[in-house]
């Protein structure tokens, strides 16, 4: 994997995590590379609504309008049973 990049930024990476590829590979790679494993990808998810929580005036000004903030902000929610039962298997 490591090909695919610029030999200039082969100095520069650390590591690389071979994640599964399904369209939401960013959430499985985060925490991944974190030391988490990819089943904690919930957590991500809600980290970055926090984020954007913390912060909505600002993110909203980078998307361009409020209702565009709140859809992206709307879709990192989580089912919280499935959010137990990721936290409960990452700590088996």
Known sequence: ????????????????????????CGYWEI?????????????????????????????ANILGRYDRFYQIKQSLLIDHVLMICVLLHRND
């Open 1 to 24: 994997m490591l090909d695919q990049f610029h030999g200039n930024l082969h100095p520069y990476i650390l590591d690389i995590v071979d994640v599964r590829s399904d369209g939401h």
């Open 31 to 59: 925490p991944a590379l974190l030391g988490m494993g990819e089943n904690s990808w919930p957590l991500v998810h809600n980290d970055l609504h926090k984020e954007l929580g913390q912060w909505r005036d600002e993110y």
